[in-house]
Nanobody
Framework: QVQLMESGGGLVQPGGSLRLSCSVSRDISSIYYMGWYRRTPGKSRELVAGLFSDAPVNYRDSVKGRFTASIDANNNMMYLQMNNVKPEDTAVYYC?????????WGQGTQVTVSS
């Protein structure tokens, strides 16, 4: 099994920045795929950034140039740096990984973009 735990959410003003963190209970180098997703009320969960171990990060169009996903393999952490945030980025953000053909999710962290 893999336990994922997100942190770093909160209230941020439009144009501001926030960094989300995801701690991973297993050796992250053994995980082929990790991703950041988000969900807003009334909508299905959507991909924000997908990280395959052997490919560039895949971002959804609306966050390209503003968000950066990264992995710290030494500390088994994944990050999402969110810059120039917009009200439409308001959502619950989830950390996800695929390990041994099973999908794992964190509990989510709320990000609210509002003035």
């Amino acid at each position: 099994q893999v336990q994922l735990m997100e942190s770093g959410g909160g209230l941020v003003q439009p144009g501001g920045s926030l960094r989300l963190s995801c701690s991973v209970s297993r050796d992250i180098s053994s995980i082929y795929y990790m991703g950041w997703y988000r969900r807003t009320p009334g909508k299905s969960r959507e991909l924000v950034a997908g990280l395959f171990s052997d490919a560039p990060v895949n971002y959804r169009d609306s966050v390209k140039g503003r968000f950066t996903a990264s992995i710290d393999a030494n500390n088994n952490m994944m990050y999402l740096q969110m810059n120039n945030v917009k009200p439409e980025d308001t959502a619950v953000y989830y950390c996800n990984c695929l390990w041994e053909r099973t999908n794992y999710w964190g509990q989510g962290t709320q990000v609210t973009v509002s003035s």
